[in-house]
T-cell receptor
Framework: QKEVEQNSGPLSVPEGAIASLNCTYSDRVSQSFFWYRQYSGKSPELIMSIYSNGDKEDGRFTAQLNKASQYVSLLIRDSQPSDSATYLCAVNYGGSQGNLIFGKGTKLSVKP | GAGVSQSPRYKVAKRGQDVALRCDPISGHVSLFWYQQALGQGPEFLTYFQNEAQLDKSGLPSDRFFAERPEGSVSTLKIQRTQQEDSAVYLC????????????FGPGTRLTVL
């Protein structure tokens, strides 16, 4: 069974710190990896996608992918209270035509 | 342009009733997805359309669930004879054909079955 695992948290960091969110997945044929942010009572919003090993940076966000370790992470630099949300890791395993497998999400709280 | 819209936003049904949930994708997005999100969980895939063709319905939990997209635009998810375990938020997402996995989600329909 294809799985995506995340620590449910809550992860609490002070304002201005780096928040590190981690995700592991079970299937080596996974091809595409995504991070979604979901505010309480709202729908998921795509913030990062990563397709190859290494780092991808976009503003304060950096996604890191290590396919050998089946591990993907999201770093948020200079965390702000507005970053407080649940962060969902999603994986596409290929061959299933768009089907994303989501983790349960990690709840992040940034304290002022 | 406008994002993905869904209606109704909230639906309360008595056990055994049929419900229909509507999704209007972003204009020009040929791919449309339905997900179910239970409280405290991540979204779970239900079904996927490319234009009017339903290419994957492997996530539909039972034959009480049915989805259609007859003209390749608006989609309807129908749940027959609702059960309490159907209570969840039903999310619709759409994407461009060449960026299939970069999915944009609608606000969801929160279904409560009493």
């Amino acid at each position: 069974q294809k799985e995506v695992e995340q620590n449910s948290g809550p992860l609490s960091v002070p304002e201005g710190a780096i928040a590190s969110l981690n995700c592991t997945y079970s299937d080596r044929v996974s091809q595409s990896f995504f991070w979604y942010r979901q505010y309480s009572g709202k729908s998921p919003e795509l913030i990062m996608s990563i397709y190859s090993n290494g780092d991808k940076e976009d503003g304060r966000f950096t996604a890191q992918l290590n396919k050998a370790s089946q591990y993907v992470s999201l770093l948020i630099r200079d965390s702000q209270p507005s970053d407080s949300a649940t962060y969902l890791c999603a994986v596409n395993y290929g061959g299933s035509q768009g089907n994303l497998i989501f983790g349960k999400g990690t709840k992040l709280s940034v304290k002022p | 342009g406008a994002g993905v819209s869904q209606s109704p936003r909230y639906k309360v049904a008595k056990r055994g009733q049929d419900v229909a949930l509507r999704c209007d994708p972003i204009s020009g997005h040929v791919s449309l997805f339905w997900y179910q999100q239970a409280l405290g969980q991540g979204p779970e895939f239900l079904t996927y359309f490319q234009n009017e063709a339903q290419l994957d319905k492997s996530g539909l939990p039972s034959d009480r669930f049915f989805a259609e997209r007859p003209e390749g635009s608006v989609s309807t998810l129908k749940i027959q004879r609702t059960q309490q375990e159907d209570s969840a938020v039903y999310l619709c997402a759409s994407s461009l054909e060449d960026r299939l996995y970069e999915q944009f989600f609608g606000p969801g329909t929160r279904l409560t079955v009493l």
